[in-house]
T-cell receptor, first 114, second 115 residues
Framework: NAGVTQTPKFQVLKTGQSMTLQCAQDMNHEYMSWYRQDPGMGLRLIHY???????DQGEVPNGYNVSRSTTEDFPLRLLSAAPSQTSVYFC?????????????FGPGTRLTVT | AQTVTQSQPEMSVQEAETVTLSCTYDTSESNYYLFWYKQPPSRQMILVIR??????QNATENRFSVNFQKAAKSFSLKISDSQLGDTAMYFC????????????FGKGTKLTVNP
């Protein structure tokens, strides 16, 4: 199993550009989530999904869109990038059938918006 | 809303010694899970240890153990026989039963193990 994969690993955008951060998992997990990590702030939840076709907002959703058309994929879209979105982005997945309640994280994407 | 507080932004310890990282949380839930995640310079998030709130026994994983005080809403991590490879950011995290797709993290503690 590859686990949770994220592409790209690094990205530089100019203000106003759009892009999609890709996330995929091969563990047949129902749940997927996006977090952003900023210095001194820990990880904060952006959006999450409990299954294909179902998404919801987390703590810091503004400026981001998500959709979940398949169990495996959960892309995060930045429609008009802003310098405040400079961060490291993590995708995670888990299953409600897992009584250990562990989330599995991807390697992260470092995004810089200039 | 749940909150997680880590009051030590940075800590250091000598190799082979013991260090304790603090974490407190706030919730009105009675059943929940607590976690410690390690993030080395590679930035990969690695689960170190988990604790189920309804279990009174403190979790242990090799050199890592927790002191879980439910009434005080405290969840500290003890690292024994510290190794250079323990140098990392450590995050305390919380999730509720039925809400495992949503982790609430503390701001982290940067631990440096000195030779």
């Amino acid at each position: 199993n590859a686990g949770v994969t994220q592409t790209p690993k690094f990205q530089v955008l100019k203000t106003g550009q759009s892009m999609t951060l890709q996330c995929a998992q091969d563990m047949n997990h129902e749940y997927m989530s996006w977090y952003r990590q900023d210095p001194g702030m820990g990880l904060r939840l952006i959006h999450y999904s409990v299954g294909a076709g179902i998404t919801d907002q987390g703590e810091v959703p503004n400026g981001y869109n998500v959709s979940r058309s398949t169990t495996e994929d959960f892309p995060l879209r930045l429609l008009s990038a802003a310098p405040s979105q400079t961060s490291v982005y993590f995708c995670a997945s888990n299953s409600p059938r897992d009584t250990a309640y562990e989330q599995y994280f991807g390697p992260g994407t470092r995004l810089t918006v200039t | 809303a749940q909150t997680v507080t880590q009051s030590q932004p940075e800590m250091s310890v000598q190799e082979a010694e013991t260090v304790t990282l603090s974490c407190t949380y706030d919730t009105s839930e009675s059943n929940y899970y607590l976690f410690w995640y390690k993030q080395p310079p590679s930035r990969q998030m690695i689960l170190v240890i988990r604790q189920e709130a309804y279990k009174q026994q403190n979790a242990t994983e090799n050199r890592f153990s927790v002191n879980f005080q439910k009434a005080a809403k405290s969840f500290s991590l003890k690292i024994s026989d510290s190794q250079l490879g323990d140098t990392a950011m450590y995050f305390c995290a919380f999730t509720t039963l039925g809400g495992s797709e949503k982790l609430v993290f503390g701001k982290g503690t940067k631990l440096t193990v000195n030779p």
